[in-house]
T-cell receptor, first 111, second 114 residues
């Protein structure tokens, strides 16, 4: 069963704009991770944020985590056409080792 | 580092046939995961191994599915007999330690059962 739910399901923006994707989950987590998937390929890890962290940055990526609201957001700044992909959040439950993925957000960046 | 290697890349088979998917994890990784991806159900965790031992197979759909990890460098996912509803992309992923570290995915096996 899926744990995380991404919002929106699809997002279309112009190159140079920022893209924000949200993820909500239901139970206590150990950490939350964001992945990217290009068409026909496997998922690629982007960033991991632990339950005791509130914000992390990696290049043009910024991730926030609000454990009280059970939600996370992924911000991609100054988007590029090459950022076009599906983005998934994945949660690792507290006291568990399996990782559950949401349904993903399909991001299209128009040149 | 060659990454996680899955074979075959594509598999087309007839209903009732046995299908075996293969995975070679990244050397030194202790955890291995099998996922299935479909449009309708998204990414589903089927089973994961830690140090070659199956830890949680609650995601395996039914007894037709089985997975093995005979050693640290090889795992198989077998479907016998296959059915059209098994058509999906099957991903293998490995992790250095556990899910407190990132998963490294293979490029998947696209299975079509006719």
């Amino acid at each position: 069963s899926q744990q995380g739910e991404e919002d929106p399901q699809a997002l279309s923006i112009q190159e140079g704009e920022n893209a924000t994707m949200n993820c909500s989950y239901k139970t206590s987590i150990n950490n939350l991770q964001w992945y990217r998937q290009n068409s026909g390929r496997g998922l690629v890890h982007l960033i991991l944020i632990r339950s005791n962290e509130r914000e992390k940055h990696s290049g043009r990526l910024r991730v926030t985590l609000d454990t009280s609201k059970k939600s996370s957001s992924l911000l991609i700044t100054a988007s590029r056409a090459a950022d076009t992909a599906s983005y998934f959040c994945a949660t690792v439950l507290y006291n568990n080792n399996d990782m559950r993925f949401g349904a993903g957000t399909r991001l299209t960046v128009k040149p | 580092d060659a990454g996680v290697i899955q074979s075959p890349r594509h598999e087309v088979t007839e209903m009732g046939q046995e299908v075996t998917l293969r995975c070679k994890p990244i050397s030194g990784h202790n955890s291995l995961f099998w996922y299935r991806q479909t449009m309708m159900r998204g990414l589903e965790l089927l089973i994961y191994f830690n140090n070659n031992v199956p830890i949680d197979d609650s995601g395996m759909p039914e007894d037709r599915f089985s997975a093995k990890m005979p050693n640290a460098s090889f795992s198989t996912l077998k479907i016998q007999p296959s059915e059209p509803r098994d058509s999906a992309v099957y991903f293998c992923a490995s992790s250095p330690r556990d899910t407190n570290s990132p998963l490294h995915f293979g490029n998947g096996t696209r299975l079509t059962v006719t």
